[in-house]
């Protein structure tokens, strides 16, 4: 079985929500998934949290060779640089 960590959409129309999910490779994006590791709200305010991935969840996935899409690459990197830039 391939596995892929990829975004699955969520939200009404107009405002999209993002979560962050483990899936079979062969499943359909909003599909069945194996594990939830996060969030991405591309529309959220100031204040509010716009991006949350289990870190440690992800790497051990990654681990066993689970591949990332592009945009979830994207995304783990901005969130190590943010993570990085608080500290």
């Given at each position: 079985m391939s596995v892929a960590i990829r975004l699955s959409r969520g939200g009404s129309k107009g405002r999209p929500f993002f979560n962050i999910v483990v899936a079979?490779?062969?499943?359909?994006?909003?599909?069945?998934?194996?594990e939830r590791l996060g969030f991405y709200n591309p529309t959220a305010?100031?204040?509010?949290?716009?991006?949350?991935?289990?870190?440690?969840?992800?790497t051990y996935w990654v681990?066993?060779?689970?591949?990332?899409?592009?945009?979830?690459?994207?995304?783990?990197?901005?969130?190590?640089?943010?993570?990085?830039?608080?500290?």
């Open positions: 079979d490779k062969r499943v359909r994006r909003d599909g069945r998934f194996i305010k100031e204040g509010e949290e716009g991006l949350r991935i289990a870190q440690d969840r992800l681990g066993v060779g689970a591949q990332t899409s592009p945009t979830v690459d994207r995304l783990v990197k901005q969130a190590a640089a943010k993570t990085t830039a608080a500290a």
